[in-house]
């Protein structure tokens, strides 16, 4: 019979503690697909493969870390959960709380937010509050809440968070039989980049895999702390889901990279952006603009000499395309793309897709 998957909860219980007795909040999350990238293998020389997290059921890796945070809070008798977000954590959280029957506050920056979040925030019932403010006045104002009022944070400062997320990493050495030589991924939180980290070591401990992979993090250069080692004030990147100056798990980063020998860098939104579209493109896997950074950093990376031919490299790309969609249909200057409009004639379509009638003289 087919396995039918059951969310990361179920599907890793042993490993993160969960028993029959255990509250599980689940919308069917993990168990994504990972692709393999025949274009971006063939231009760096290595094996390359993207894990998509857009497949998550909110469209974004954040539902991983969700599904322990909400089953742990009402598991504790939570009545409502609280958080902070650039867009795809009060997607997630909103949606969560729905299908567990309590509140969802979500805290976002001002005007920041991609229209697709913002939309599952508001239809999943979220109490939705724009604050005056960038990411980081978020966070704080949902933490100072958390602590003096009777609402759950599950921000990724939650350990459950990072407990649930680092079960990509296992999946991901399930699906190759063992870990890659490097592994990229975005960083804003930095809380994915600890929790990949912490996974694949897991699995080198346990002997499931014979390697932890160079982890190698980007952040986009005008909301890179880590890189520059100094917190960023304003953060400016049209990769919002990434457009924070001060990280939550900053520490815990630098930890995880010297523990992997790895990396951090920064990239422009104008190689962001060309990234996105190379995947869509060569790939067929469509993120939004901070998820492509991996891929940009990859290429960056390889340019740079850093990766040898035949490596195998992940990347992991962390949310869905339509979550964002504007980008796809701004060219590089500034002006939409307008499809071609013709009369409903077959042959007006062939004329313009360049095809002669079959047997025609050419
Ligand atoms: C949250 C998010 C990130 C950043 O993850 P961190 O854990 O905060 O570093 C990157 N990309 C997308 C699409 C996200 O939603």
């Given at each position: 019979?087919?396995?039918?998957?059951?969310?990361?909860?179920?599907?890793?219980?042993?490993?993160?503690?969960?028993?029959?007795?255990?509250?599980?909040?689940?919308?069917g999350?993990?168990?994504?697909?990972?692709?393999?990238?025949?274009v971006?293998?063939?231009?760096?020389?290595?094996?390359?493969w993207?894990?998509?997290?857009?497949m998550?059921?909110?469209?974004?890796?954040?539902?991983?870390?969700?599904?322990?945070?909400?089953?742990?809070?009402?598991?504790?008798?939570?009545?409502?959960?609280?958080?902070?977000?650039t867009?795809?954590?009060?997607?997630?959280?909103?949606?969560?709380?729905?299908?567990?029957?309590?509140?969802?506050?979500?805290l976002?920056?001002?005007?920041k937010?991609a229209?697709?979040?913002?939309?599952?925030?508001?239809?999943?019932?979220?109490?939705?509050?724009?604050?005056?403010g960038?990411?980081?006045?978020?966070?704080?104002i949902?933490?100072?809440?958390?602590e003096?009022?009777?609402?759950?944070?599950?921000?990724?400062?939650?350990?459950?968070?990072?407990?649930?997320?680092?079960?990509?990493?296992?999946?991901?050495?399930?699906?190759?039989?063992?870990?890659?030589?490097?592994?990229?991924?975005?960083?804003?939180?930095?809380?994915n980049?600890?929790?990949?980290?912490?996974?694949?070591m897991?699995?080198?401990?346990?002997?499931?895999?014979?390697?932890?992979?160079?982890?190698?993090?980007?952040?986009?250069?005008?909301?890179?702390?880590?890189?520059?080692?100094?917190?960023?004030?304003?953060?400016?990147?049209?990769?919002?889901?990434i457009?924070?100056?001060n990280?939550?798990?900053?520490?815990?980063?630098?930890?995880?990279?010297?523990?992997?020998?790895?990396?951090?860098?920064?990239?422009?939104?104008?190689?962001?952006l060309?990234?996105?579209?190379?995947?869509?493109?060569?790939?067929?896997v469509?993120?939004?603009?901070?998820?492509?950074?991996?891929?940009?950093?990859?290429?960056?990376?390889?340019?740079?000499?850093?990766?040898?031919?035949?490596?195998?490299?992940?990347?992991?790309?962390?949310?869905h395309?339509?979550?964002?969609?504007?980008?796809?249909?701004?060219?590089?200057d500034?002006?939409?793309?307008?499809?071609?409009?013709?009369?409903?004639?077959?042959?007006?379509?062939?004329?313009?897709?360049?095809?002669?009638?079959?047997?025609?003289?050419a």
């Amino acid at each position: 019979m087919a396995h039918v998957w059951r969310g990361v909860m179920r599907e890793f219980a042993d490993r993160l503690g969960v028993t029959d007795a255990s509250t599980v909040v689940t919308l069917g999350e993990g168990g994504t697909p990972l692709v393999p990238a025949r274009v971006l293998s063939e231009m760096t020389g290595a094996d390359v493969w993207i894990k998509f997290e857009g497949m998550n059921p909110t469209g974004s890796f954040k539902d991983r870390g969700m599904t322990v945070a909400l089953s742990r809070a009402v598991e504790h008798g939570a009545k409502a959960v609280i958080c902070a977000s650039t867009g795809n954590t009060s997607a997630s959280a909103a949606a969560y709380a729905a299908h567990a029957g309590i509140t969802a506050a979500v805290l976002v920056p001002e005007g920041k937010i991609a229209m697709g979040k913002l939309s599952q925030a508001v239809i999943h019932g979220g109490q939705l509050i724009q604050i005056r403010g960038n990411f980081d006045d978020c966070l704080e104002i949902a933490r100072e809440l958390s602590e003096n009022y009777p609402v759950h944070l599950v921000n990724s400062v939650n350990p459950d968070r990072i407990e649930g997320q680092k079960t990509a990493a296992y999946e991901v050495v399930s699906q190759l039989g063992d870990a890659p030589d490097f592994h990229f991924i975005p960083i804003g939180n930095a809380g994915n980049y600890t929790a990949y980290s912490r996974g694949f070591m897991e699995e080198a401990a346990a002997g499931t895999s014979t390697r932890v992979p160079r982890m190698f993090g980007f952040q986009a250069e005008g909301s890179a702390p880590i890189v520059r080692g100094e917190v960023v004030r304003n953060p400016e990147t049209i990769a919002t889901a990434i457009r924070i100056g001060n990280p939550a798990s900053w520490e815990l980063a630098l930890d995880a990279r010297e523990k992997t020998d790895g990396y951090f860098g920064a990239i422009s939104d104008t190689a962001i952006l060309a990234a996105q579209k190379l995947l869509a493109s060569t790939a067929g896997v469509f993120v939004e603009p901070a998820s492509a950074i991996g891929v940009a950093g990859l290429l960056e990376r390889s340019a740079a000499g850093v990766i040898p031919a035949g490596s195998r490299v992940t990347i992991t790309v962390t949310g869905h395309g339509l979550k964002d969609p504007q980008w796809a249909l701004t060219q590089e200057d500034g002006s939409q793309v307008t499809p071609t409009i013709v009369d409903a004639a077959p042959r007006d379509v062939a004329e313009v897709l360049g095809l002669s009638p079959v047997g025609a003289p050419a």
